[in-house]
T-cell receptor, first 113, second 111 residues
Framework: NAGVTQTPKFRILKIGQSMTLQCAQD?????MYWYRQDPGMGLKLIYY???????DKGEVPNGYNVSRSTTEDFPLRLELAAPSQTSVYFC????????????FGPGTRLTVL | QKEVEQNSGPLSVPEGAIASLNCTYS??????FFWYRQYSGKSPELIMS????GDKEDGRFTAQLNKASQYVSLLIRDSQPSDSATYLC???????????FGSGTRLSIRP
């Protein structure tokens, strides 16, 4: 099993550009999450999904969009990138009510200049 | 009030001593509580989960939960330099779907 994979590892965007951060898991987990982590801070929940076709907002959803067309994939879309979106983005997945452990991907480090 | 609060530290503890990390949460209906460890530049990794009041021990780690006080803690016995990391408290609230993290406590074990 590859676990949770994220691409790209690093990306530099210019203000106003758009991009999609990819996340995939091969553990057949229903629940998937997107977090951002600013330097020296904890994780802030952006969006989460409890299954294909179902998504919901977290703590800091503004400026982002998600979709969940399959169990495996949960891409995060940034429209009109802003410097405030400079952060490390982590994707995670978990089995609902089955230990609850979240498995994290390696992260995407995004800089918006 | 933040949903999950931790002291940011840094917390400095001598090698071999007990490190005590604390976390409070605001949602009284919270169901599950987690401690993650995160090394610099790495992803968080789960070290403890706790679901009911009391203590749960796993090796050198003990998680303590007090739902009445909305308080969860992590004790690390016989602290080692390899324990130096940021410790994140996470809580699954009454909505059962979201997991919210605290801001993390940076722990430094000095030789």
């Amino acid at each position: 099993n590859a676990g949770v994979t994220q691409t790209p590892k690093f990306r530099i965007l210019k203000i106003g550009q758009s991009m999609t951060l990819q996340c995939a898991q091969d553990m057949n987990h229903n629940y998937m999450y997107w977090y951002r982590q600013d330097p020296g801070m904890g994780l802030k929940l952006i969006y989460y999904s409890v299954g294909a076709g179902i998504t919901d907002k977290g703590e800091v959803p503004n400026g982002y969009n998600v979709s969940r067309s399959t169990t495996e994939d949960f891409p995060l879309r940034l429209e009109l990138a802003a410097p405030s979106q400079t952060s490390v983005y982590f994707c995670a997945s978990s089995v609902p009510h089955g230990g609850d452990e979240q498995f994290f991907g390696p992260g995407t480090r995004l800089t918006v200049l | 009030q933040k949903e999950v609060e931790q002291n940011s530290g840094p917390l400095s503890v001598p090698e071999g001593a007990i490190a005590s990390l604390n976390c409070t949460y605001s949602d009284r209906g919270s169901q599950s509580f987690f401690w993650y460890r995160q090394y610099s530049g790495k992803s968080p990794e789960l070290i403890m989960s706790i679901y009911s009041n009391g203590d749960k021990e796993d090796g050198r780690f003990t998680a303590q939960l007090n739902k009445a006080s909305q308080y969860v803690s992590l004790l690390i016995r016989d602290s080692q330099p390899s324990d130096s990391a940021t410790y994140l408290c996470a809580v699954r609230g009454s909505s059962a779907s979201k997991i919210i993290f605290g801001s993390g406590t940076r722990l430094s074990i000095r030789p």
